[in-house]
């Protein structure tokens, strides 16, 4: 069945240090994937997504890479700020056309002065 | 840059009462949805909607919830007789299909939801 799922629960990363929060996923029939920041208090904010067909994306600051072998994505934040302190999800759609999203534990990045 | 907003922020009702949740999504959005998170847990699909009617729902959505898009910039989702079991944050969400986004979901901030 459908599992989105962390490694690590809790990650603390020195300010200016990169940070990699990992996931893995079952679904071998997942084609999207997005990563989510939360805040305290706040929905779930877009931050980058990724296609089955690609295996690295990169924004401003961020990077996803998609392993389909071992069915792992990742979230590289480069230089992190203390505004990247959240908890960071993981989701995927399950299968193509898909509107739910499933969405991992979470992760809660802090980031240490 | 245009977001989906929520209200109520916070609701507090009596277990076996009605509420209703507020969502306006992104104006040229199409897509509509609505997710549950329970405290410390992940975020939960509830409901999707398009043209009108819903187009998947999970087992979570029983009976007890429905949807409605009464106008053409609200979205808004019924619990008819709430449990304690329904006390969590609940979030609307929407999508635009157009540019082949249709699975990027922009969320609002959500109403907590506390039955008593």
């Known amino acids: 069945g459908e599992s989105v799922g962390l490694h690590l629960p809790t990650l603390s990363v020195q300010e200016g240090d990169n940070s990699i929060i990992n996931c893995a996923y079952s679904?071998?029939?997942?084609?999207?994937f997005i990563w989510y920041k939360q805040e305290s208090g706040k929905g779930p904010q877009f931050i980058i997504d990724i296609r089955s067909n690609m295996d690295k994306r990169q924004g401003q600051r961020v990077t996803v890479l998609l392993n389909k072998t071992v069915k792992h994505l990742s979230l590289q934040i480069a230089a992190t700020q203390p505004g990247d302190s959240a908890v960071y999800f993981c989701?995927?759609?399950?299968?193509?056309?898909?509107?739910?999203?499933?969405f991992g534990q979470g992760t809660r990045l802090t980031i240490n002065p | 840059e245009p977001e989906v907003t929520q209200t109520p922020s916070h609701q507090v009702t009596q277990m076996g009462q009605e509420v209703i949740l507020r969502c306006v999504p992104i104006?040229?959005?199409?897509?509509f949805y609505w997710y549950r998170q329970i405290l410390g847990q992940k975020v939960e699909f509830l409901v999707s909607f398009y043209n009108n009617e819903i187009s998947e729902k999970s087992e979570i959505f029983d009976d007890q919830f429905s949807v409605e898009r009464p106008d053409g910039s609200n979205f808004t989702l019924k619990i008819r007789s709430t449990k304690l079991e329904d006390s969590a944050m609940y979030f609307c969400a929407s999508s635009d299909p157009t540019g082949g986004d249709l699975e990027t979901q922009y969320f609002g901030p959500g109403t907590r939801l506390l039955v008593l």
């Open positions: 104006s040229n959005h199409l897509y």
């Open positions: 679904n071998s029939a997942s084609d999207y």
């Open positions: 989701a995927e759609n399950g299968i193509q056309g898909a509107q739910k999203l499933v």
